[in-house]
Structures are given as structure tokens and as C-alpha cells.
């Protein structure tokens, strides 16, 4: 566990988001982690909007889309898991 300042945080409501975009490409994109989904659940929504939390948006997800493509345009192999994130994310979009 690691501690973060609220602007920092994201939350999304959707499961399978938050399954296909890894707090590991929220970090190298944004530098944001996932706010705990316990702590998020037990907060007042007008509370975390004040605290600065912010929600995972489709133009966050368009940006990680086009960090995932740069990233294959400069490597040698496919790797079918990027692949497969992109796929998801632009359809999701």
C-alpha cells in the first residue's frame, strides 16, 4: 500500500476498466493510482469530488490507448496483451 495525495487518485465504476487498465498504466501515463475500492465505497461521492479524487473519464482511456499504439510502433514484437488493452479501449470509447 502506498500513499497518495487525493489528486493523485482516480476512481472508475466499472469493473472491467479497472481489470484491463492495470494501476501500472495509470502510473506511466498519468502518475495517478486507484483510489481503494473499500475506501471509495464508503465515501460520500460530493466528499471525494471535493478531496480532488478525480473519475476515470474516456479521454483518459483515449490517452492510454495512444501510449499503448506508440509503445507498439517501437517495438520489434507484438505482444498480444497490449494489443488486446487497445483493442478494449477503443471499443469501450
Known sequence: MQWRL???LVIV???LIREVVSSVLLRQRFDYDYLHRTVAASLNPQLVTSLGVQ???TQHLLEIGKTLVA???H???I???DVVVCTVLLCYS
Open 75 to 77: 517495438s520489434d514484437g
Open 6 to 8: 487525493p489528486s493523485q
Open 71 to 73: 509503445q507498439l510502433q
Open 13 to 15: 465504476s466499472d469493473p
Open 55 to 57: 473519475t476515470l473519464t
Open 79 to 81: 505482444i498480444i496483451h
